[in-house]
Structure formats: C-alpha cells, structure tokens
C-alpha cells in the first residue's frame, strides 16, 4: 500500500490564496487580515466572545495555565512561576502538552486517573482526589482523541471545591458535548480553554494554536504576555514577564483555509471509525467509546482496545518491546508491526502520564485513592490503573481522512490475521 499516515495534514487549495495574499501585501508578521478573520471565525464557529491566535495550542495552554495561576495566587516574581508551592490536578491520559505548563509555572501536576466510558478523566478519581488534597483549586482536563470527557460531572465536582479549570480541546476542535441539556462545543467548557492547530490535528496551520475566553480582561491579558508583554512606553518597557508565542500572519492563513473544512473533516474522521466498528465487529476488540446521548465527537483518532481474554504476552520497556503471536490472540504492538509493513502508521495509546519518567514521582489518584505504592510482596493485588489497561491492550489506528475505504478494508483484513 502507500504510504498511510496516522492524521496528516489535508490542504484544499484555498490555504495557499490566504499564504500568498499575506505575502503579497506584505503582511507576514505577527499582525495581520488573516490573523483577524481565524480569531473571528472561531470565536464565532466555538461559541465564545473571544479567541486569541498563538503560535501553538502549548502556548496557548502554558498562558491559559499561567493566567490561572495568577487568579489563584496573584502575579509571581519573574523568576517564579504562578503556581510554585502548589498542586495541580491533571488529566492522566493525554499528551504531556496537556500539563507540562504546570511545571513551567512551578507547580506540581497530580494525576488523576482515567475512566473506561469515554477515556477521560474519571470524575470519582477527581472526588477521591480532593479527599486527598483538599486545598487544590486547578484541574487541567484534556479531551482524548475528540472525544469529550464527563464534563458535568467534573465541572460540578470543581465548583464544588471552588476549582478552576484549564481545557484542553486541543485533539477535539468541533466535538460537542451536551451540558445541561444544551449541545455546546469543547472550548467552551473550562474557566480558560485552548485549541490547537498542529499539523496532525482535524484542520492545521502547519502550526498554530488559540486560547478561548469569554473574558475581555483574559484575551487582552493573553495577547499582551504572548507579545513580549510590552507596555504602551516608545521604548521597550516592560512591567511584566512576555513570551514570544503570537500566531503569524502566515500561519493563519493556512488556518483560514482550513476553516471552511471542519466539518467536512469531521463528516470523514466519522466514516473512519464506523468503517473500523463495523469491520472489527467479528473481533475481541471494541472501538475508543463514547458516551452518544452526551457527546458527539470529532473522531480525530480511531482507536481499538483488546479484550483481556485475546490478549497476547506483550512486554514494554522505555523505549523497546517483546510480544509473542499466540493463535485467536494479539497484542497491540503485533499489530502495529503487521500495518506498519503495509506502510500504513498506528500508534500505541498516549502513554499515561503518571507512567512517565519524567512525572513517577509525582502522585497518582484512582478511583480508589492513592494510585502509588499499593503493590506489596505478601499480598496479591495492586489496585486499578484504568490508563495503564488501556496503554496495555489499546491502540491508535491510521485514521488519516486521506484513506480510501479500500486501504481500510486492507488494514481490517491485516488486524484480522493477527488474531488467526
Ligand atoms: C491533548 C493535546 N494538548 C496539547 C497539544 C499541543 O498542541 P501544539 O502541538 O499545537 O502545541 C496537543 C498536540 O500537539 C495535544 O494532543
């Protein structure tokens, strides 16, 4: 087969009229028509009085996080961060992006683990969570592969304990989520909201990310850091710290051309993942679920999940891995190994981030309370870790809206003989 991508960039034409006509006029900076429509037609597609284009959906979550932080505990010295001396809950299964800007302010992510009906973060998790660590006021809540997480519950669970919340719908621009009985978009649903337009996302810029407000005094506060924090001196003077994180003039261009196919996109992402439902069916497999009376998502990212029963050994190091073929079995990485010789590109579940080097010494809460330290040599059992299950027995199919329903009954066919 050609070469099949995990979720590659889909470019209509009209990018390029947007990228030339920023050139043309000598528009190519970081101020520009282009930078104003895509901030205007999203504001207006998501449902929000304001967006804010960045360079990237980090920035966008790294100022969403920071501007938190400064809410809760006021401005920071500027060798500080908003959140020193502070935790933070987070979303476990999600892409680091997600909460590393709680470490760059200083803070100490907590990770709260996922539930199995729409792999987001688990609001009892959350509650046994504030049980724990009663004074926390922040949680970053991610929405895995587009589809929205449980988010009445989470929210109430925040306002409850008088939380904020950073969203993350970097992975579910145009996913909808019924909140109190009205569809509204994810983007929509936290005190600060990010989006991002990375070139494996639903529409890109190549690059490119937004943060989303209906708060004057927030947008004007995010484009101020994220153009150096300048203030209105003819020199440069500067009364707080800035960054350099402003989307460019070209970079929006190419989201301007995009924007007019989400929907199409998502209509595509939509098939896909029916494709694979139906052509799995026979399968000990299920889809990545969805809650369908309370969420429609954007299915950015098809996903399966082996039965536990049709599992093959499989065995994971840092950065190696083992597994056996054992007959009417499989495992995710075999199958990886078996498209990836088709040319075709899967990927292993986000590996959750309590499982990371980088973050094992931070804590972990489950459902049932302390994710850590509950293994022991005389006792058997170790307690639940829905998101490490799911790293072991998941996995991310090809889901680029660029496959032929053709190349999809191919790989359908390849997964199959993984299991003879
Ligand atoms: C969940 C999530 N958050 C944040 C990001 C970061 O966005 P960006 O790559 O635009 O910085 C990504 C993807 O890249 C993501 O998947």
Redesign the pocket.
Known sequence: MTNIRLSSPTMHGKEQYWVDDAILTNWVSTVGANINEVEKLIAERIGVKYAVALS??????HLATKLAGEKLYGQARPNEGTLQGHRVFCSDM??D??INPVAYEDGEAVFIDTEPDTWNMSPEALEKAFEIYPDVRLVVI???YGTPGKMEELRSICEKHNALIVE?A??SLGAQYKLHGEWVETGTLGNYN?I???G??IITGS???MFLTNSGEDANKVRKWSTQSREAAPWYQHEEIGYNYRMSNIIAGVVRGQLPYLEEHIAQKKAIYERYKVGLADLPVRMNPFDADRSRPNFWLSCMIIDEDAMAPQVRGEQDYLYQSVSGKSSPQEILDAIAAFNAEGRPI?KPMHMQPIYRTHAFITAEGNGRGRSNAYIAGSGIDVGADIFRRGLCLPSDNKITPEQQDILIDIIHRCFR
């Open positions: 990237c959906g980090t920035a966008a979550l999600t892409f992006a997600s991610a929405h895995l993350d970097a992975e990010c991002s337009f990375n494996n996302k690059a490119g990310g986000w």
